[in-house]
């Protein structure tokens, strides 16, 4: 059974997203708030899969509970952002925060459900290509990594990881970076995720995040081979 925890400051709202999530017979709903506070003391106190979050709310935003539980590091839940506003800054901002995925409130029912599912499921449900499209337009870069230098928070991987991390960082799937790589695709599941727990990194989405922030990868950045889509 997946856990939700649903915050927004509009009742009418709540009621409706409450009322499509528990016709699953997967997904129990076990508190709502009508505002940021609220929905950070409950979801401290309840600890569900998956906190259902407004972006804009009263006395907290959702980007700050997103920071707060994210932080925590003894709770395993995951964020998905709600808002009204289909805009780029929002949709960065919530990534950076730590979110695993965004929707808008205009998506269908079908949307929210997969959206659910697949942050319980340790998944990020954003497309890598979008992502790297934000990441690009509002990461403020440094310089690209010299070859033969490697970055401070990189030296607890070995050189391989540090290749599936720059390969993640381009918008990669396990597949594709096995034919980059020349690697079998169960062998590169493994470096992915030790690649994130090293890093103390949730998903493939703060991977992208990094990889960017510390000049791993850059706008325009190619995987050998030929251009990645963008």
Aim: charged share 25%.
């Amino acid at each position: 059974m997946i856990t939700v925890v649903l915050a927004d400051d509009h009742e009418l709202v709540r009621s409706g997203l409450r009322l499509i999530l528990e016709a699953q017979d997967d997904i129990q709903v076990l508190s709502e708030a009508a505002d940021g506070e609220a929905a950070l003391r409950e979801v401290r106190r309840l600890r569900p899969d998956v906190a259902l979050l407004d972006i804009q709310m009263p006395r907290m935003s959702g980007l700050e509970v997103a920071r707060a539980v994210v932080a925590d590091t003894t709770a395993h839940t995951r964020v998905v952002m709600l808002t009204t506003f289909d805009r780029d800054d929002y949709l960065y901002d919530a990534l950076v925060a730590g979110a695993s995925g965004f929707m808008l409130k205009s998506s269908p029912r079908a949307h929210l459900l997969h959206a659910v599912r697949t942050a319980a499921s340790g998944e990020a449900l954003l497309d890598p290509s979008l992502t790297r499209r934000l990441v690009e337009s509002h990461v403020r870069r440094p310089r690209a990594v010299e070859p033969g230098q490697t970055p401070a928070q990189l030296a607890g991987l070995s050189p391989r990881e540090r290749d599936v991390l720059q390969a993640l960082a381009r918008g990669e799937s396990n597949a594709e970076i096995a034919g980059t790589l020349f690697l079998a695709e169960t062998t590169v599941k493994t470096h992915v995720a030790a690649v994130l727990r090293k890093l103390g990194l949730r998903d493939r989405t703060q991977a992208v995040i990094l990889g960017y922030e510390i000049g791993l990868v850059v706008p325009g950045d190619n995987a050998p081979g030929g251009p990645r889509r963008v």
